[in-house]
């Protein structure tokens, strides 16, 4: 889930996908027992920080405070309580706090991200100066820290400070990928939550309902390729995807496999650059490469099996199986797709470096493509 939902899905009731740690937050919450530390895990891009935040609005919504405040005085026990509001929870969308939420300036919620490709010592230290503020609402205080394993050494034992001696109503919402690069007494001071990737069948349901003109074999298509992630399906159909797969079936596949003693590294670069990889930043540039990736492990797949069943590029299984026949006809072996593969994935890291050559380095990966230089 990113930031395209709709405004009224910040309502924590309407997250889908998630169900197992929204209603331990839902219980969390009503029964009083609110952790101080929190640990979102889980892969990219499937929804983690987006619940984070809204949990965090859909508690600090002045429409369900107030209707809180209203029918505390009517009700002996906490769990009565949260039956008579339906389970609880609003994010209206219109209160002041909703809308300090929506447009980044909620006195009760405070997002940290990294500065870069971390997260520095200077960061947390805002965190104890928007601690030290007296917000407008009297209530709960959220901070959720995204990509919390890019933490610094020094960034890390700051915030264990404050994990270890944490305010009155202050929940901290550590977001990471991989707790293996986390500080583990960071982790122990936190509950963990995992989350797994939504399944194929609602992330269709909630897309065919959302774009009713879609083709199933599209929506399929997506529903595969973005591996539970409401986001990554969203950036597939913002990126026109299918477009830029096909030109890169014609600029780059189909020159691998048919032509390979004919072309040049620097004409395919040229042809991608003036296709697929034209304007753009790099996130969208590296969003191309993840496209060559998904072919790759196609090819790769047909490869290995003679079977279309597996791909995930379902709907172009005949130019899957022309290319895997045509790489093989030409000497590739399977070892040779997985350094294609590999390959690919050291490129992408490159692309991150900021005083890399782009045109030099995309240069030198198609002629590895090609000529599979240091191929295992």
């Known amino acids: 889930m990113g930031n395209e939902r709709k405004i009224c899905d910040y309502n924590i009731l309407n997250v889908t996908g998630h169900e197992k740690p929204v209603e331990f937050l839902k219980n969390s919450f009503h029964r009083g027992r609110m ?25 600090l919504c002045e429409d369900y405070a107030l209707y809180e405040r209203r029918s505390d005085a009517a009700f002996s026990s906490s769990d009565d309580h949260a039956d008579a509001v339906g389970g609880g929870l609003n994010f209206c969308g219109k209160c002041p706090s909703c809308i300090g939420v929506l447009n980044g300036t909620s006195q009760n919620l405070m ?26 609402y009297q209530g709960y205080r959220f901070i959720i820290i995204d990509e919390a394993s890019t933490m610094t050494t020094a960034a890390a034992n700051a915030l264990l400070k404050m994990l270890e001696e944490p305010s009155a109503k202050t929940v901290f919402i550590l977001i990471v990928h991989n707790l293996s690069i986390l500080l583990p007494t960071v982790i122990s001071r936190c509950l963990l939550l995992k989350f797994g990737p939504v399944g194929d069948k609602v992330l269709m349901d909630a897309f065919r309902s ?9 929506l399929r ?86 079977s279309v069943k597996l791909l995930y590029n379902e709907d172009i299984a005949e130019e899957i199986r022309e290319i895997a026949e045509g790489l093989e006809n030409f000497g590739v072996t399977r070892k040779d797709l997985v350094y294609m593969i590999n390959l690919t994935v050291n490129h992408m890291e490159k692309m991150k470096s900021y005083n890399l050559n782009k045109t030099i380095a995309l240069d030198s990966y198609f002629s590895g493509l090609l000529y599979l230089k240091g191929r295992v």
């Open 221 to 306: 298509l997506y529903s595969k390729i973005a591996m539970g992630s409401y986001s990554d399906f969203y950036g597939l159909i913002r990126g026109d995807y299918l477009e830029k797969r096909n030109l890169l079936i014609d600029t780059v596949f189909k020159e691998l496999a048919y032509s390979r003693s004919s072309i040049n590294p620097y004409d395919m670069s040229n042809n991608f650059l003036s296709g697929v990889g034209k304007g753009g930043e790099n996130g969208k540039k590296a969003a191309n490469f993840e496209m060559i990736l998904f072919i790759l492990r196609d090819v790769y797949i047909y490869y290995m099996t003679k």
């Open 210 to 218: 959302e774009f009713p003109d879609m083709k199933e074999d599209v």
């Open 35 to 59: 952790p101080s530390g929190l640990l979102f895990h889980g892969r990219h891009n499937i929804g983690k920080r987006f619940v984070a935040t809204a949990f965090a609005a859909s508690v």
């Open 111 to 136: 997002l940290v991200e990294p500065s870069g490709s971390s997260i520095k010592i200077d960061n947390i230290h805002k965190i104890g100066s928007f601690l030290s503020l007296t917000p407008y």
